[in-house]
Nanobody, 112 residues
């Protein structure tokens, strides 16, 4: 399997921004589409965004217009740029590709 590691989470005030990173330890990273998910306590895991091999991205309705996704294949890293953050964005965020397992995720907390 491909191993992906999420990082960049933290505590941010409402309206703030945060950038998450998804790093791969394998050189074949560029061959995979990457998707971002999040899960809040007691709630179902939901798709946040995806970044295709081509670099095109798609987003869940709840974050559309606020988040951006991009990738740097040379560095084997995908990024999720989160802007205009709201308390309801609080969750553990995960990145995943078809050949990866679910990892530990990174905690994002939006609070005053």
């Amino acid at each position: 399997q491909v191993q992906l590691v999420e990082s960049g989470g933290g505590l941010v005030q409402p309206g703030g921004s945060l950038r998450l990173s998804c790093a791969a330890s394998r050189s074949i990273f560029s061959t995979y589409d990457i998707e971002w998910y999040r899960q809040a306590p007691g709630k179902q895991r939901e798709l946040v965004a995806g970044i295709r091999r081509s670099g095109s991205a798609y987003f869940g309705d709840s974050v559309k217009g606020r988040f951006a996704a991009y990738r740097d294949n040379a560095n084997g890293t995908a990024y999720l740029q989160m802007n205009s953050l709201k308390p309801e964005d609080t969750a553990v965020y995960y990145c995943k590709c078809i050949d990866s397992a679910w990892g530990q995720g990174t905690q994002v907390t939006i609070s005053s």
